[in-house]
C-alpha cells in the first residue's frame, strides 16, 4: 500500500510542512493515524501523553484520529483553524462533539501561545 502513495502529487507534502530530516513520517491508510499503525507505541515509548491535531477532514480522519488518540491514552489538542472538512455543517458539528467528548477543540493563537512557552 506505501508505494501506492510514494509519488502520487496528491499526497505529496505542502512546502510549508515539510517535514525536517529528523522527523518521522507514518504513511497512514485508514481514517485514523493510529489505525493498522505503529503510532501510539512510538509515542508512548518516547514519553509523549498530548497529540495535537491538524488536517483534512475533520468529520472523517481527524475525528477517528481524535477518538483513538484518547482510547490509547493521549490528551488530545485539535487546533481549529488547522482543520476542515467539505461543508461546515459536519465540520462544525464534529469540533463540537470532539471538543464535548475526545480532547480540546483550541484556537491556532492558543496553541501557537503555548508552544512557545515551552
Known sequence: MKDMIEGNPLAAFCEEVLPQANEVVISKQ???????????SMLHA??????????CSTSGC?????VDAVQHGF???VVRECVG???PAPHEANLFDIDSKYGDVVSKQEAIAHFEKM
Open 30 to 40: 485508514y481514517a485514523s493515524a493510529f489505525f493498522g499503525s505503529s503510532l501510539a
Open 46 to 55: 518516547q514519553g509523549i501523553d498530548t497529540v495535537v491535531l491538524a488536517g
Open 62 to 66: 481527524i475525528r477517528a484520529t481524535a
Open 75 to 77: 490528551r488530545t489538542i
Open 85 to 87: 472538512d467539505r461543508h
